[in-house]
């Protein structure tokens, strides 16, 4: 029940594909965030867009290229992955100045 | 020192009990202050916000100490329904959240 969606919900990839993740929300929000959490942690900010401009990058490798094509959507793509780069990617959105976050359900990723 | 600190537990509390966690942030120029819980295998879900005055939510109770840098949930009569992890979230910069690493209920029959 949750209003932002997150495909796919689960990913396995090896380290030389590329994939993408993908977030939409329709709630009017134009912030949108990538967090990645591993097991047993808190999650970690990676990225951070306001109204479709990156504004904070957390000096993420460049194998994790976002990017924010329209007020809706938020897209991470994965390139040449390591293991521990396996996670949970949770993608969140707020009001621009509101840090209230609403997340989506994640996408539980494996890279072999 | 970690930018924002809680205490792992497990809390192990009984229904009907009172329990309360607490978290330390470091940065004090901080402007925002939030709880989220968190269940297993699920997305963190906004509790609440915390001001200075201290805010109540029905059972739930948040305060906020920017002397000292704390931060405290009181939850109340717990239900079996309240085990899950409570985050502490810090505004630490614009649009930009720090999560402690979550405190563990477990609330029995």
């Known amino acids: 029940d949750t209003e932002v969606t997150q495909t796919p919900k689960h990913l396995v990839m090896g380290m030389t594909n590329k994939k993408s993740l993908k977030c939409e929300q329709h709630m009017g929000h134009r912030a949108m965030y990538w967090y990645k959490q591993k097991a047993k942690k808190p999650p970690e900010l990676m990225f951070v867009?306001?109204?479709?401009?990156?504004?904070i990058n957390e000096s993420v490798p460049s194998r994790f290229s976002p990017e924010c094509p329209n007020s809706s959507l938020l897209n991470l793509h994965l390139h040449a992955l390591q293991p521990e780069d396996s996670a949970l990617y949770l993608c969140?959105?707020?009001?621009?100045?509101?840090?209230?976050?609403?997340f989506g359900s994640g996408t539980q990723l494996s890279v072999l | 020192r970690k930018e924002v600190e809680q205490d792992p537990g497990p809390f192990n509390v009984p229904e009907g009990a009172t329990v309360a966690f607490n978290c330390t942030y470091s940065?004090?120029?901080?402007?925002?202050f939030f709880w989220y819980r968190q269940d297993c295998r699920k997305e963190p879900k906004l509790l609440m916000s915390v001001y200075s005055s201290g805010n109540e939510d029905g059972r739930f109770t948040a305060q906020l100490n920017r002397a000292s840098q704390y931060i405290s949930l009181l939850i109340r009569d717990s239900k079996l329904s309240d085990s899950a992890t409570y985050l502490c979230?810090?505004?630490?910069?614009?649009?930009?959240?720090?999560f402690g690493t979550g405190t563990r209920l477990l609330v029995s029959p």
């Open positions: 969140a959105s707020s009001q621009v100045g509101d840090e209230k976050l609403f």
């Open positions: 979230v810090v505004g630490v910069g614009f649009q930009k959240l720090v």
């Open positions: 867009y306001s109204y479709e401009k990156l504004s």
């Open positions: 940065n004090s120029a901080s402007q925002s």
